[in-house]
Protein backbone atom coordinates (compact mmCIF):
# COMPACT_ATOMS: atom_id res chain seq x y z
CA UNK A 1 0.00 0.00 0.00
CA UNK A 2 1.34 3.54 -0.20
CA UNK A 3 2.26 6.03 2.17
CA UNK A 4 2.36 9.93 1.77
CA UNK A 5 5.63 11.81 2.39
CA UNK A 6 5.32 14.68 4.10
CA UNK A 7 7.57 17.69 3.64
CA UNK A 8 9.05 19.08 5.10
CA UNK A 9 10.11 16.80 8.01
CA UNK A 10 10.38 20.03 10.46
CA UNK A 11 9.53 23.62 10.43
CA UNK A 12 10.04 26.32 12.75
CA UNK A 13 8.35 29.56 12.82
CA UNK A 14 7.54 32.19 14.61
CA UNK A 15 3.72 32.84 16.28
CA UNK A 16 1.86 35.07 13.59
CA UNK A 17 3.25 33.50 10.70
CA UNK A 18 1.54 30.91 8.37
CA UNK A 19 2.89 27.01 8.23
CA UNK A 20 2.64 25.09 5.09
CA UNK A 21 3.16 21.47 5.24
CA UNK A 22 2.77 19.53 1.91
CA UNK A 23 1.45 15.68 1.33
CA UNK A 24 2.99 13.50 -1.75
CA UNK A 25 1.55 10.38 -2.47
CA UNK A 26 2.21 7.40 -5.39
CA UNK A 27 -1.63 6.08 -6.41
CA UNK A 28 -4.98 7.01 -6.93
CA UNK A 29 -6.71 7.94 -4.18
CA UNK A 30 -10.62 8.15 -2.66
CA UNK A 31 -9.60 10.48 -0.31
CA UNK A 32 -6.73 12.18 1.79
CA UNK A 33 -6.99 13.45 5.34
CA UNK A 34 -4.73 15.30 7.65
CA UNK A 35 -4.27 14.31 10.94
CA UNK A 36 -2.50 16.33 14.16
CA UNK A 37 -0.43 14.95 16.91
CA UNK A 38 0.70 16.34 20.16
CA UNK A 39 1.44 15.60 23.70
CA UNK A 40 -1.72 16.34 24.96
CA UNK A 41 -4.35 15.60 22.90
CA UNK A 42 -2.80 12.70 21.11
CA UNK A 43 -3.70 12.13 17.44
CA UNK A 44 -6.69 14.17 15.89
CA UNK A 45 -8.34 13.99 12.93
CA UNK A 46 -8.11 17.87 10.88
CA UNK A 47 -9.75 17.90 7.38
CA UNK A 48 -10.62 14.95 4.97
CA UNK A 49 -10.10 15.84 1.12
CA UNK A 50 -11.71 13.54 -1.37
CA UNK A 51 -10.04 13.13 -4.67
CA UNK A 52 -12.88 15.45 -6.54
CA UNK A 53 -12.20 18.09 -4.33
CA UNK A 54 -9.48 20.60 -4.82
CA UNK A 55 -10.06 23.06 -1.42
CA UNK A 56 -11.58 22.81 1.76
CA UNK A 57 -11.36 24.83 4.99
CA UNK A 58 -11.48 24.81 8.56
CA UNK A 59 -11.36 27.61 10.79
CA UNK A 60 -7.39 28.66 10.59
CA UNK A 61 -6.95 25.30 8.34
CA UNK A 62 -6.84 25.42 4.15
CA UNK A 63 -6.14 21.69 2.45
CA UNK A 64 -5.44 21.98 -0.79
CA UNK A 65 -5.15 18.53 -3.36
CA UNK A 66 -3.81 18.23 -6.55
CA UNK A 67 -4.46 14.93 -7.81
CA UNK A 68 -2.52 15.77 -11.00
CA UNK A 69 0.43 15.81 -9.27
CA UNK A 70 -0.10 13.38 -6.68
CA UNK A 71 0.09 16.42 -4.04
CA UNK A 72 -1.78 18.17 -1.24
CA UNK A 73 -0.75 20.95 0.81
CA UNK A 74 -1.59 21.94 4.28
CA UNK A 75 -2.33 25.86 5.54
CA UNK A 76 -2.15 27.19 8.89
CA UNK A 77 -2.20 30.85 8.75
CA UNK A 78 -1.56 32.82 12.15
CA UNK A 79 -0.23 30.22 14.01
CA UNK A 80 -0.22 30.07 17.60
CA UNK A 81 2.17 28.03 20.03
CA UNK A 82 -0.62 25.38 20.81
CA UNK A 83 -0.38 24.61 17.25
CA UNK A 84 3.34 23.46 18.11
CA UNK A 85 2.85 19.09 16.86
CA UNK A 86 3.08 16.86 14.20
CA UNK A 87 1.03 16.93 11.28
CA UNK A 88 0.02 13.56 9.15
CA UNK A 89 -1.47 13.07 5.84
CA UNK A 90 -2.91 9.37 5.43
CA UNK A 91 -4.67 8.21 1.94
CA UNK A 92 -7.26 5.91 1.41
CA UNK A 93 -6.73 4.88 -2.13
CA UNK A 94 -9.40 4.44 -4.69
CA UNK A 95 -9.00 0.41 -3.70
CA UNK A 96 -10.91 2.03 -0.67
CA UNK A 97 -7.74 -0.24 1.51
CA UNK A 98 -7.37 1.32 5.29
CA UNK A 99 -5.94 4.47 5.88
CA UNK A 100 -1.72 4.74 5.47
CA UNK A 101 0.04 7.36 7.17
CA UNK A 102 2.97 9.64 6.37
CA UNK A 103 6.09 10.04 8.85
CA UNK A 104 5.02 13.51 9.57
CA UNK A 105 6.02 17.65 9.74
CA UNK A 106 6.91 18.35 12.95
CA UNK A 107 5.37 21.96 13.12
CA UNK A 108 7.07 24.55 16.04
CA UNK A 109 5.67 27.41 16.66
CA UNK A 110 7.48 29.89 18.79
CA UNK A 111 5.82 32.27 20.88
CA UNK B 1 -19.64 12.47 24.33
CA UNK B 2 -16.47 10.09 25.72
CA UNK B 3 -13.58 9.31 23.97
CA UNK B 4 -11.54 6.42 23.05
CA UNK B 5 -10.11 4.86 26.12
CA UNK B 6 -6.81 3.12 26.61
CA UNK B 7 -4.89 1.36 29.84
CA UNK B 8 -2.53 1.39 30.54
CA UNK B 9 -0.97 4.76 29.41
CA UNK B 10 2.78 3.17 29.99
CA UNK B 11 4.08 -0.10 30.63
CA UNK B 12 7.77 -1.18 30.59
CA UNK B 13 8.65 -4.97 30.46
CA UNK B 14 11.75 -7.23 29.83
CA UNK B 15 11.77 -9.28 26.04
CA UNK B 16 10.24 -12.37 26.38
CA UNK B 17 7.46 -11.24 28.64
CA UNK B 18 3.93 -10.71 27.67
CA UNK B 19 1.86 -7.66 27.78
CA UNK B 20 -1.66 -6.97 26.93
CA UNK B 21 -3.64 -3.86 25.94
CA UNK B 22 -7.34 -2.78 26.54
CA UNK B 23 -9.67 -0.42 24.53
CA UNK B 24 -12.76 0.68 25.06
CA UNK B 25 -14.12 2.43 21.86
CA UNK B 26 -16.66 5.77 21.31
CA UNK B 27 -19.99 3.68 21.97
CA UNK B 28 -21.66 2.82 19.15
CA UNK B 29 -18.74 2.97 17.20
CA UNK B 30 -18.88 -0.30 14.71
CA UNK B 31 -15.72 -0.24 13.66
CA UNK B 32 -12.36 -0.61 15.63
CA UNK B 33 -8.54 0.09 14.64
CA UNK B 34 -5.09 -0.99 16.69
CA UNK B 35 -1.95 1.06 15.41
CA UNK B 36 1.16 0.40 16.37
CA UNK B 37 3.28 3.87 16.27
CA UNK B 38 7.47 3.65 16.70
CA UNK B 39 9.06 6.57 17.53
CA UNK B 40 9.37 9.17 14.76
CA UNK B 41 6.74 7.34 12.59
CA UNK B 42 3.51 7.66 11.38
CA UNK B 43 0.94 4.90 12.51
CA UNK B 44 0.79 1.75 11.04
CA UNK B 45 -2.42 -0.24 10.87
CA UNK B 46 -2.21 -3.93 12.79
CA UNK B 47 -5.82 -4.71 13.00
CA UNK B 48 -9.17 -3.76 12.37
CA UNK B 49 -12.60 -4.94 13.75
CA UNK B 50 -15.81 -4.61 12.51
CA UNK B 51 -18.12 -4.85 15.94
CA UNK B 52 -16.30 -8.72 16.62
CA UNK B 53 -15.04 -9.52 13.19
CA UNK B 54 -11.82 -9.30 11.87
CA UNK B 55 -11.95 -7.07 8.62
CA UNK B 56 -8.01 -6.41 8.00
CA UNK B 57 -4.63 -7.89 10.24
CA UNK B 58 -2.63 -8.34 7.21
CA UNK B 59 0.05 -6.25 9.42
CA UNK B 60 -0.72 -8.00 12.09
CA UNK B 61 2.66 -10.32 13.30
CA UNK B 62 0.34 -13.33 13.71
CA UNK B 63 3.40 -15.84 15.74
CA UNK B 64 3.17 -12.87 18.51
CA UNK B 65 0.27 -10.29 18.69
CA UNK B 66 -3.32 -11.31 19.05
CA UNK B 67 -6.37 -9.05 19.09
CA UNK B 68 -9.79 -9.74 20.38
CA UNK B 69 -13.03 -7.63 20.10
CA UNK B 70 -15.44 -9.31 22.85
CA UNK B 71 -18.89 -8.88 22.03
CA UNK B 72 -18.12 -5.85 19.68
CA UNK B 73 -17.26 -3.43 22.20
CA UNK B 74 -14.33 -3.55 23.97
CA UNK B 75 -10.60 -4.90 22.59
CA UNK B 76 -7.50 -6.17 23.98
CA UNK B 77 -4.30 -6.58 22.44
CA UNK B 78 -1.42 -8.81 22.97
CA UNK B 79 1.98 -9.72 22.51
CA UNK B 80 3.65 -12.60 23.43
CA UNK B 81 6.19 -12.74 23.73
CA UNK B 82 7.73 -9.16 23.20
CA UNK B 83 10.78 -8.20 21.55
CA UNK B 84 12.88 -5.30 21.59
CA UNK B 85 11.21 -3.94 18.24
CA UNK B 86 7.73 -3.66 19.81
CA UNK B 87 9.15 -0.93 21.29
CA UNK B 88 5.96 1.95 20.41
CA UNK B 89 3.07 3.51 21.37
CA UNK B 90 0.19 1.13 20.53
CA UNK B 91 -3.39 3.41 19.29
CA UNK B 92 -6.52 2.41 19.47
CA UNK B 93 -8.90 4.43 17.58
CA UNK B 94 -12.82 3.85 16.47
CA UNK B 95 -14.63 4.98 13.36
CA UNK B 96 -18.92 5.05 13.30
CA UNK B 97 -18.83 3.55 10.25
CA UNK B 98 -18.49 0.30 9.14
CA UNK B 99 -16.34 -1.15 5.87
CA UNK B 100 -19.74 -1.03 3.51
CA UNK B 101 -19.34 2.66 3.95
CA UNK B 102 -15.84 2.15 2.98
CA UNK B 103 -12.34 4.10 4.49
CA UNK B 104 -14.04 7.58 3.87
CA UNK B 105 -14.53 9.21 7.03
CA UNK B 106 -12.50 10.37 10.22
CA UNK B 107 -11.01 7.96 13.10
CA UNK B 108 -11.20 8.74 16.52
CA UNK B 109 -8.15 8.16 18.33
CA UNK B 110 -7.15 7.18 22.11
CA UNK B 111 -4.48 8.32 23.91
CA UNK B 112 -1.88 5.73 22.90
CA UNK B 113 0.01 3.15 25.31
CA UNK B 114 3.61 3.59 25.21
CA UNK B 115 5.48 -0.04 25.63
CA UNK B 116 8.80 -0.24 26.40
CA UNK B 117 10.94 -3.62 25.91
CA UNK B 118 14.13 -3.56 27.81
Known amino acids: SQQGEEDPQALSIQEGENATMNCSYKTSINNLQWYRQNSGRGLVHLILIRSNEREKHSGRLRVTLDTSKKSSSLLITASRAADTASYFCATVDSGNTPLVFGKGTRLSVIA | EAGVAQSPRYKIIEKRQSVAFWCNPISGHATLYWYQQILGQGPKLLIQFQNNGVVDDSQLPKDRFSAERLKGVDSTLKIQPAKLEDSAVYLC????????????????FGPGTRLTVT
Open chain 2, 93 to 108: ASSPYGQGAGYGYEQY
